[in-house]
């Protein structure tokens, strides 16, 4: 069986990832003012950082089920049996479900898996989904690996401000913290699909030495993969990844990368976030 592997343009995995295995990647689309643009074609993370510094309305929206409809039909052209479809949190977008729509009319099998992740925890499960399918493996024994390996990933962020979120209504609990009399700057992460916060810390500095913190901890000695994503932020992002690699022993690969459009138009510039990923 060979199986092909789709995923939606929130994976943010590095370009040659996807040429090395064939991933085909559906974009989602940014809104800026009157302009539809595409994620990663036409929408740039600059683009979005400069829209929301100038207080442009920056929405996104899910791809046409359409568009995944055509992702499959290539697959099975090009010769797939099954096709493993993974996207970021049904939580966070309807993505999924436009994906489940264009499933049940492919003209192959098509395993849809919410990885209830975003950005690279979601492109850690593509990849290994990736290379399960490299290795002869099952639509099924993709799904499985994919999953797994989304159970055992973990995102911790950092925000200069939640207002982003909280325009875009992808805050979830999280949003009790907009009430604080404090000034804090929140830390915060992914659970169950959902952004929740995690902490409450009173200085920017403080926030990102704690979110170090808990990138460790949560290393611990285990064989990790771990990327450093940022939006509009290298140094604070190239300084954080410097010290992960003195500081957590178990370490394969480290990737720094700015997020894209979607995700940046959710969260703002400044952002500084971690995934460990145990392999």
Avoid: N
């Avoid at 030495?209 to 939006?231: F, K, N, S, W």
């Amino acid at each position: 069986m060979r199986v092909s592997i789709v995923t939606d343009s929130t994976a943010y995995l590095p370009d040659e990832a996807v040429a090395r295995f064939g991933i085909d990647v559906v974009p989602l689309s940014v809104v800026m003012g009157d302009d539809v643009l595409s994620e990663g074609r036409e929408a740039s993370p600059a683009d979005v950082a400069q829209a929301l510094q100038r207080r442009v309305r920056v929405t996104t929206s899910r791809p046409s089920p359409e568009a995944f409809a055509a992702a499959y039909r290539a697959a099975a052209e090009q010769g797939a049996d099954a096709v493993v479809s993974l996207h970021l949190s049904a939580a966070l977008s309807g993505t999924h479900e436009a994906a489940v729509l264009a499933a049940d009319e492919a003209p192959l099998p098509v395993r849809v898996v919410d990885t209830r992740m975003v950005g690279m925890a979601l492109g850690y499960c593509v990849l290994t989904a990736a290379q399960t399918a490299q290795a002869g493996g099952t639509a099924d024994e993709v799904a499985a690996a994919a999953e797994k390996r989304a159970g055992a990933t973990a995102g911790f962020f950092y925000v200069d401000t939640l207002e982003h979120l909280r325009r875009g209504g992808r805050i979830g609990s999280a949003r009790a913290l907009l009430g604080s009399a404090l000034a804090v700057k929140p830390l915060l992460h992914l659970e169950d699909g959902r952004i929740q916060p995690l902490e409450k810390v009173r200085t920017s500095s403080r926030a990102i030495a704690r979110l170090e913190e808990i990138a460790i901890q949560q290393a611990g000695a285990a064989g990790v993969d771990v990327t450093v994503h940022h939006l509009a932020a290298p140094e604070r992002a190239e300084a954080m990844a410097a010290r992960l690699r003195e500081r957590i022993p178990g370490l394969r690969e480290l990737y720094v990368g700015e997020v894209g459009a979607v995700i940046g138009a959710h969260v703002g510039p400044g952002l500084l976030a971690v995934v460990v990923s145990p392999w």
